[in-house]
């Protein structure tokens, strides 16, 4: 079982603060996603990283993808009330039997 | 399209009691699974589907039924509820596998008492 880890599980911050939310394993990945949970619904998905030492942007929030395509990090400049939420990693195994495993996901608290 | 829907959206049961949490997809993927979220574990794979008449195990099957008779839908059993089976459950499709954005449904909070 390939396991994931995020950090912090819980964060909460002031509204205009930047932030980063880690995602590690010792295993090897084809790809990684990260979605985000809002309460009372189901994950939807933000973006997908490929590619070893990739980054993607999306409005405020920047993605990258290790190297080594063991870990990935979300970074969120000037928080805003709305990014409140749960923030889950997703790695997709490599072969072709590809398994999507979860990170533990880290809750984060924007505060006006 | 509304997308995954799940239903009901909250049920209180018994220890022993069963019972079918239902979810249908209109999106026409081959691809549908069933997914526990508990606090500070993240999501976990109960069963699978990669098509109709075709169901797997995921990590945590103990205590679940499924079917796929339809590439709409694809029901999840509790035979005997327990205690343990506490949680939010999640139905999620995608066009043909893991490898790709899954697409969820809103969630079936289960207490078991």
């Known amino acids: 079982t390939q396991l994931l880890e995020q950090s912090p599980q819980f964060l909460s911050i002031q509204e205009g603060e930047n932030l980063t939310v880690y995602c590690n394993s010792s295993?090897?990945?084809?790809?990684l996603q990260w979605y985000r949970q809002e309460p009372g619904e189901g994950p939807v998905l933000l973006v997908t990283v490929v590619t070893g030492g990739e980054v993607k942007k999306l409005k405020r929030l920047t993605f990258q993808f290790g190297d080594a395509r063991k870990d990935s990090s979300l970074h969120i400049t000037a928080a805003q009330p709305g990014d409140t939420g749960l923030y889950l990693c997703a790695g997709i195994s490599s072969g072709s039997a590809r398994q999507l495993t979860f990170g533990s996901g880290t809750q984060l608290t924007v505060l006006p | 399209n509304a997308g995954v829907t799940q239903t009901p959206k909250f049920q209180v049961l018994k220890t022993g009691q069963s019972m079918t949490l239902q979810c249908a997809q209109d999106?026409?993927?081959?691809?549908m699974s069933w997914y526990r979220q508990d606090p500070g574990m993240g999501l976990r794979l109960i069963h699978y589907?990669?098509?109709?008449?075709?169901?797997d195990q995921g990590e945590v099957p103990n205590g679940y039924n499924v079917s796929r008779s339809t590439t709409e839908d694809f029901p999840l059993r509790l035979l005997s509820a327990a205690p343990s089976q506490t949680s939010v459950y999640f139905c999620?499709?995608?066009?043909?596998?893991?490898?790709?954005?899954?697409?969820f449904g809103p969630g079936t909070r289960l207490l078991v008492l």
């Open positions: 999106m026409n993927h081959e691809y």
């Open positions: 999620a499709s995608s066009y043909s596998g893991q490898g790709e954005t899954q697409y």
């Open positions: 589907s990669v098509g109709a008449g075709i169901t």
């Open positions: 295993s090897v990945f084809s790809s």
